[in-house]
């Protein structure tokens, strides 16, 4: 049965063109710095936003208009596979990511619930036979059902910390077998309301000794897929325990975990932790543990998390300039944890916002590529810190001084000279680049 009949499959056709159903920008097979778009830029479908979505909200029922959802039970997770392999084909997606309860749905005991995942990862595995869409990332919810009122590893009741670490159990188990590329951990209920009834020394320290097992039952089974932590700072919780990357590599180092995890990060996350998309980028890379990217976006004038498919080309190029300058994603991707808009019901729609989410980042790409190439960002570095490449500066960085001498060179000095950082200047710069790559200079 095909669930998107009246759509062909998605080519690119350039900036000119005035087909809605074709890519403008991202043209897979075009060599950027050495590599295709697509190797670069590995797009992935999230099949929670895609496929099981229904548009309700806190003030509204459910708009979305899904031909799949005529079936229930199984039947409906057995149309959401076909749907879904059909949309993959059409955009030309090398990967897609899910949650456990997402392909399929939990059943009265855990024994029925792991009974129905592995008729859907049979289901799933055969379609994955004929088809290039590969699995970026697996991952468990541990937040939706009533059973995580309190949390799933950090939860006060340990039947629940047991319960999730059987449910991770599985999600390892099933990464194997369909070849995922990571392992994905999103704590959306590991963090506390209020600390009047948490013992967060206890909850953080049961987090660490479950994802230490975590990694020891991957090892057992032979699983090497990249492990990856995604922080959020709040929504469900008043404070999420993965705060932000600053937070998150903290807690790795704590537990002995930081050679075993790198991140995911989601742009609507950050930007709900009071940074931006790049400033988490840039403090993964820095410190080498970035490893993926949910890539979406916030509305500015809503506090929670939105999830709107990215097209703020300002922040996909900067988003792009730091994976470029990361070496590119290695073993992630670019995954759309992105939801169409309530009112965007129509089947056709999940078209149109990947479209318009792949092209962002196709421009992002270019520019981003270019900026490196011209040394445009890296010449603004150089001279800005030149004080630190040579006399007391660069003894500052060898580690050749101490008090005493620094006192001595302070004392001795009559003035100190700034430059100016010239923001402005280096913002209509990479605006000219915007320019120009729209343009096709």
């Known amino acids: 049965m095909a669930y998107f009949e009246n759509i062909d499959k998605i080519n690119y056709e350039g900036s000119k063109s005035t087909n809605p159903f074709a890519f403008k920008f991202y043209n897979p097979k075009e060599q950027i710095g050495g590599k295709t778009m697509e190797e670069i830029l590995r797009f992935g479908v999230a099949y929670w936003h895609t496929f099981t979505m229904d548009g309700s909200d806190p003030f509204g029922s459910g708009t979305m208009v899904r031909t799949w959802d005529k079936y229930i039970g199984m039947d409906l997770a057995k149309a959401r596979v076909e749907a879904a392999f059909e949309l993959f084909e059409k955009l030309d997606v090398p990967f897609f990511c899910f949650h456990d309860v997402d392909i399929a749905p939990e059943g009265s005991n855990l024994r029925e619930t792991n009974q129905n995942l592995d008729t859907i990862v049979s289901m799933i595995k055969e379609y994955m036979k004929d088809s290039k869409t590969k699995l970026l990332w697996n991952t468990a919810n541990n937040f939706t059902h009533p059973r995580f009122v309190h949390g799933a590893a950090t939860s006060n009741n340990a039947d629940v910390f047991a319960y999730a670490a059987a449910k991770i159990k599985k999600g390892l188990e099933i990464g194997k077998e369909l070849g995922a590329e990571n392992y994905v951990f999103w704590g959306g209920r590991e963090g506390y309301e209020t600390l009047l009834n948490t013992d967060m020394k206890l909850e953080l320290d049961n987090l660490g000794r479950f994802l230490n097992m975590a990694v020891d039952y991957a090892k057992e089974i032979g699983f090497d897929a990249q492990f990856l932590i995604e922080p959020k700072p709040k929504e469900p919780t008043t404070h999420q325990y993965d705060f932000d990357v600053a937070t998150g590599l903290a807690f790795l180092h704590s537990y002995g975990l930081k050679d ?170 990479i605006n000219q680049y915007l320019l120009q790559a729209y343009a096709g200079e």
């Open 260 to 429: 075993h995890f790198k991140f995911n990060i989601e742009a609507n996350h950050a930007t709900l932790a009071g940074h931006t998309f790049e400033h988490e980028l840039h403090y993964a890379r820095v410190n080498n543990m970035l490893g993926s990217v949910d890539a979406n976006q916030g509305d500015p004038l809503l506090g929670w998390d939105t999830d709107e498919f990215p097209t703020d080309l300002y922040s996909t190029t900067l988003a792009m300039y730091e994976i470029l300058k990361n070496g590119g994603l290695g073993r992630g991707g670019l995954n759309f944890d992105a939801k169409v808009r309530r009112g965007s019901f129509e089947p056709e729609d999940l078209f149109h916002a990947h479209i318009a989410g792949m092209d962002s980042f196709a421009v992002g790409l270019k520019v981003a590529q270019k900026l490196i190439d011209d040394k445009v960002l890296d010449g603004v570095m150089e001279n800005r810190y030149k004080s630190f490449t040579e006399g007391i500066g660069l003894d500052i960085v060898e580690g050749k001084t101490n008090f005493h001498k620094l006192e001595e060179h302070a004392l001795v000095l009559n003035e100190i000279k700034h430059q100016s950082g010239r923001l402005e200047k280096i913002k209509a710069t």
